[in-house]
């Protein structure tokens, strides 16, 4: 349980954590225990990016390996499969993407009190700040994804708490597209707007700096003051118990 003190003056401010662990278990366990923290009595909100150094498959939460990847390709090629704590489809990330983190208030009225109108108020948001980089053309297609001339360059998804929300997602700054084929098959689901396009004629990276797009999302939703207390325990925690557990990723298979 964690125990925080506040004033009323600072719990409306969101604080901003650019931290990457050096391993993606670490990466996805902080997300996760980021929410948990403001779940239990941290009451502020939180911007987090991070930039993954490595290869890895992540899966969403429902996703099951046996359809939604090649996990002999993987085992040979020794790119990890893991599991995030949030919906969403399967993916495979690694140097030249940009993940990002929101951890968001719900309340019980508002935008954010329901999933299909966090889905809206989030992605508006994202995407006008994108827009701001790419000097336009930036649209939200399916229900969380952006793209640019129907090219997908970020997927997004939540989890959601009785007090606070995780909404995360990734960019494609400069990511190798020619990784997602050898591991991952056609999804068993896809939005309407990809008309069974394979991968490669899917996707598309944003060619854009990081540093650019971090600072334009800052901007969009007002963060300046850095979080300093990071629950480094309890990422330790997760790691052990749960993103580095077989049983985890092969929860539904």
Same mark, same amino acid.
């Given at each position: 349980?964690?125990?925080?003190?506040?004033?009323?003056?600072? /719990?409306? +401010?969101?604080?901003?954590?650019?931290?990457?662990?050096? /391993?993606?278990?670490?990466?996805?366990?902080?997300?996760? !225990?980021?929410?948990?923290?403001?779940?239990?009595?941290?009451?502020?909100?939180?911007?987090?990016?991070?930039? *993954?150094?490595?290869?890895?498959?992540?899966? #969403?939460?429902?996703?099951?390996?046996? /359809?939604?990847?090649? *996990?002999?390709?993987?085992? /040979?090629?020794?790119?990890?499969?893991?599991?995030?704590?949030?919906?969403?489809?399967?993916?495979?990330? %690694?140097?030249?993407? +940009? $993940?990002?983190?929101?951890?968001?208030?719900?309340?019980?009225? %508002?935008?954010?009190?329901?999933?299909?109108?966090?889905?809206?108020?989030?992605? $508006? @948001?994202?995407?006008? !700040?994108?827009?701001?980089?790419?000097?336009?053309?930036?649209?939200?297609? #399916?229900?969380?994804?952006?793209?640019?001339?129907?090219?997908?360059?970020? %997927?997004?998804?939540?989890?959601?708490?009785?007090?606070?929300?995780?909404?995360?997602?990734?960019?494609?700054?400069?990511?190798?597209?020619?990784?997602?084929? *050898?591991?991952?098959?056609?999804?068993?689901?896809?939005?309407?707007?990809?008309?069974?396009?394979?991968?490669?004629?899917?996707?598309?990276?944003?060619?854009?700096? !990081?540093?650019?797009?971090?600072?334009?999302? @800052?901007?969009?939703?007002?963060?300046?003051?850095?979080?300093?207390?990071? *629950? %480094?325990?309890?990422? !330790?925690?997760?790691?052990?118990? @749960?993103?580095?557990?077989? $049983?985890?990723?092969?929860?539904?298979?």
């Amino acid at each position: 349980m964690y125990e925080f003190l506040f004033t009323q003056s600072n /719990t409306q +401010l969101m604080q901003l954590l650019d931290l990457t662990y050096p /391993t993606p278990e670490e990466n996805l366990a902080c997300d996760e !225990a980021l929410l948990e923290m403001c779940e239990q009595g941290y009451d502020r909100e939180i911007l987090r990016f991070w930039e *993954p150094s490595s290869i890895f498959v992540v899966l #969403g939460y429902s996703n099951r390996v046996s /359809t939604e990847v090649y *996990p002999e390709a993987c085992r /040979t090629a020794g790119v990890p499969i893991l599991r995030r704590y949030s919906g969403g489809g399967t993916v495979v990330q %690694g140097p030249g993407c +940009l $993940d990002y983190a929101l951890i968001l208030r719900t309340g019980s009225s %508002g935008p954010l009190s329901t999933i299909q109108g966090t889905n809206v108020h989030v992605m $508006d @948001r994202l995407r006008r !700040a994108v827009d701001m980089v790419t000097g336009g053309g930036v649209e939200v297609r #399916g229900h969380t994804d952006l793209a640019i001339d129907s090219l997908k360059f970020s %997927g997004n998804s939540q989890r959601r708490k009785e007090r606070f929300i995780l909404f995360h997602g990734v960019v494609l700054l400069n990511f190798n597209l020619q990784l997602i084929s *050898p591991f991952l098959p056609h999804p068993s689901r896809e939005p309407s707007y990809r008309k069974g396009r394979p991968h490669e004629r899917f996707l598309r990276n944003l060619g854009v700096p !990081a540093a650019a797009v971090k600072q334009s999302v @800052r901007q969009e939703w007002g963060v300046e003051e850095a979080l300093e207390d990071v *629950p %480094g325990d309890r990422i !330790a925690e997760l790691v052990r118990t @749960r993103y580095s557990s077989s $049983d985890w990723v092969h929860r539904v298979d």
